[in-house]
């Protein structure tokens, strides 16, 4: 799915269906200021913006920071489960590997870290880039790594040797991130010229009113998307009607970066004030919930 063109960087003219839809929510559009005065104090996860956050399981999520750090985090019980150091830079993206049983870290730093989940030091580290790491991916059995860098090259990684197993130079794009397909038969790859590679184009969908810098599908049947922007909401959309189904100002000051699905209810997004925020679908609105 091309989200560089499927979320545009500002709301465009749309059909007079889209913009009814759009105009029916508008009323339905909540401000994370009118509940945040209930949620209790919580201990920060991180000391610095929130760039990446990752779903391990129903109760348990990765996150990456501009504070070289990265947790592993029980939002149910509300504690930090796990933290590793180690990186000489921003932790730009998270991932775990359910089969394989390890959580993976790419760094500003240029390189990839693998951490068992149940130790503090690095398992393997891995060298192979030139410039920040951007993307990071599992195939479905785990077996193959796979890598993305704005130095333009995606390198596919031996997982259990840590052996580089093939690289591709993609010219000119600066890659912002990299996934498998469920089927493990293809790459989908986003980059700053705004296209997916090996994707079609099915739909557009506009109302964000800055950049979105994440997008999720939220069940198996692709019928909802979840995104996050710059401008400080996130909104799920009605894949088949292509318009808003509920949305949240999670925090119109501050730029949310990383947006997931926990479950079809519950989702988690980081935001660049260090703090991740956990937001619940309720019918045909999204509530915030709880904010570390």
């Known amino acids: 799915m091309n989200f560089g063109h499927l979320f545009g960087k500002k709301s465009k003219s749309k059909s007079s269906k889209n913009s009814n839809d759009n105009e029916k929510f508008e009323t339905n559009v909540k401000n994370s200021t009118q509940i945040q005065e209930k949620i209790p104090a919580r201990e920060a996860i991180h000391s610095d913006g929130v760039l990446n956050v990752y779903p391990v399981d129903t109760s348990t999520i990765l996150s990456g920071s501009q504070d070289r750090t990265l947790v592993l985090y029980d939002f149910i019980n509300h504690r930090i489960r796990r933290r590793w150091t180690g990186h000489?830079?921003?932790?730009?993206?998270?991932?775990?590997?359910?089969?394989?049983?390890?959580?993976?870290?790419?760094?500003?730093?240029?390189t990839i870290h693998f951490w068992n989940i149940n130790s503090d030091l690095p398992v393997q580290k891995l060298l192979g880039h030139e410039l920040v790491v951007t993307a990071i991916d599992?195939?479905?059995?785990?077996?193959?790594?796979?890598?993305?860098?704005?130095d333009n090259k995606i390198i596919f990684w031996d997982t259990k040797t840590?052996?580089?197993l093939k690289k591709i130079m993609i010219g000119r794009n600066l890659i912002t991130?990299?996934?498998?397909?469920?089927?493990?038969?293809?790459?989908?790859?986003t980059g700053e010229d705004k296209?997916?590679?090996?994707?079609?184009?099915?739909?557009?969908?506009?109302?964000?009113r800055a950049t979105v810098n994440s997008g999720h599908f939220v069940d198996p049947t692709a019928s909802?998307?979840?995104?996050?922007?710059?401008?400080?909401?996130?909104?799920?959309?009605?894949?088949?009607?292509?318009?808003?189904?509920?949305?949240?100002?999670?925090?119109?000051?501050?730029?949310?970066?990383s947006i997931i699905a926990v479950n079809t209810q519950n989702?988690?997004?980081?935001?660049?004030?260090?703090?991740?925020?956990?937001?619940?679908r309720l019918n045909r609105q999204l509530q915030l919930t709880d904010q570390i």
């Open 267 to 280: 989702f988690a997004t980081g935001g660049l004030n260090g703090k991740v925020s956990f937001v619940q």
């Open 224 to 257: 909802m998307i979840i995104s996050c922007s710059n401008d400080g909401r996130a909104i799920l959309w009605n894949v088949q009607q292509t318009s808003i189904f509920a949305e949240l100002d999670v925090d119109n000051a501050t730029p949310l970066t």
């Open 88 to 110: 000489e830079n921003d932790v730009v993206k998270v991932l775990y590997g359910h089969i394989v049983n390890l959580v993976v870290s790419a760094s500003r730093d240029r």
């Open 177 to 189: 991130d990299a996934k498998w397909s469920h089927d493990g038969t293809f790459i989908a790859q």
């Open 195 to 208: 296209e997916t590679k090996q994707r079609k184009l099915l739909s557009e969908f506009y109302g964000h």
């Open 162 to 164: 840590g052996q580089i």
């Open 138 to 150: 599992f195939n479905p059995e785990n077996s193959v790594l796979i890598s993305g860098s704005r």
